[in-house]
């Protein structure tokens, strides 16, 4: 992968015009693939083939799938690797567990990567709970995620703000048992994580409270990863959390 990569956005949303401007501002060019709606009546295959020549037309290196979780998903993400292009997904992922191992199946067979955007992860002290608590038994995860603007997505609090919960649970404590964990719409801004153990907190983070260039903390690991050809939030990390999530509804 070249030292700075080229990135193709899927997705006119908000979101992905604030990745442009993220992506840009940290050195990386960047084109639209903004058409992304499956049309009314077309074959799946007509439109996986269709994405597949739009992506490889960017001649980028990077596909970021800007665009909510559904069917379109599983789809664009064959798309972007039969072009041979390494991908970046938005949680939450809600992909069936087959379809996604034959989504690892096809990005192995190709050398492509796909990774979730758990940016919290990359925070420093995400990762010294991962060190301080490695092997430490009996922890209890608890965490809250409010946002003080109303639902835009259509996706359930608990799946769209719970999986960056539990993202974090996942990648720096997966030994601990799940705890309290509230998350909501229109409510005052609010994102903490805490761990406990016997009782008593023995650590806590404001996600809030935070300085850190996560995002582009994100980009740089990504973009390390083919060296190593492994990276922490593959899909098999997104499927840990999606059963996380499916554990945390019930």
């Given at each position: 992968?070249?030292d700075a990569p080229a990135y193709a956005i899927v997705g006119r949303g908000r979101w992905a015009q604030r990745m442009?401007?993220?992506?840009?501002?940290?050195?990386?060019?960047?084109?639209?693939?903004?058409?992304?709606?499956?049309?009314?009546?077309?074959?799946?295959?007509?439109?996986?083939?269709?994405?597949?020549?739009?992506?490889?037309?960017?001649?980028?290196?990077?596909?970021?799938?800007?665009?909510?979780?559904?069917?379109?998903?599983?789809?664009?993400?064959?798309?972007?690797?039969?072009?041979?292009?390494?991908?970046?997904?938005?949680?939450?992922?809600?992909?069936?567990?087959?379809?996604?191992?034959?989504?690892?199946?096809?990005?192995?067979?190709?050398?492509?990567?796909?990774?979730?955007?758990?940016?919290?992860?990359?925070?420093?002290?995400?990762?010294?709970?991962?060190?301080?608590?490695?092997?430490?038994?009996?922890?209890?995860?608890?965490?809250?995620?409010?946002?003080?603007?109303?639902?835009?997505?259509?996706?359930?609090?608990?799946?769209?703000?719970?999986?960056?919960?539990?993202?974090?649970?996942?990648?720096?404590?997966?030994?601990?048992?799940?705890?309290?964990?509230?998350?909501?719409?229109?409510?005052?801004?609010?994102?903490?994580?805490?761990?406990?153990?016997?009782?008593?907190?023995?650590?806590?983070?404001?996600?809030?409270?935070?300085?850190?260039?996560?995002?582009?903390?994100?980009?740089?690991?990504?973009?390390?990863?083919?060296?190593?050809?492994?990276?922490?939030?593959?899909?098999?990390?997104?499927?840990?959390?999606?059963?996380?999530?499916?554990?945390a509804r019930q």
């Open positions: 992968m070249p442009h401007v993220i992506l840009q501002e940290h050195g990386r060019q960047t084109s639209s693939v903004g058409e992304t709606r499956r049309e009314s009546g077309e074959p799946e295959d007509h439109y996986r083939s269709r994405m597949t020549s739009a992506l490889a037309a960017t001649k980028a290196q990077i596909a970021w799938l800007c665009l909510p979780p559904g069917p379109h998903i599983p789809i664009i993400t064959e798309a972007a690797i039969t072009a041979g292009l390494h991908v970046i997904a938005e949680k939450p992922w809600l992909v069936p567990p087959a379809e996604t191992q034959r989504l690892i199946n096809l990005a192995q067979s190709k050398q492509c990567l796909v990774g979730l955007h758990h940016e919290y992860c990359f925070l420093t002290e995400v990762a010294q709970w991962r060190q301080r608590f490695q092997g430490t038994k009996g922890l209890l995860f608890g965490g809250t995620f409010y946002l003080g603007r109303g639902d835009h997505t259509g996706i359930p609090a608990i799946e769209n703000l719970g999986s960056h919960l539990l993202a974090i649970r996942e990648f720096a404590v997966p030994q601990s048992e799940l705890g309290l964990m509230f998350c909501a719409y229109e409510r005052p801004d609010q994102r903490r994580v805490w761990l406990e153990k016997d009782g008593a907190q023995v650590a806590a983070l404001d996600l809030l409270a935070h300085r850190e260039p996560i995002i582009q903390k994100f980009v740089d690991c990504f973009e390390r990863a083919p060296e190593t050809a492994s990276f922490p939030l593959d899909l098999r990390f997104a499927m840990r959390v999606a059963a996380a999530l499916a554990a």
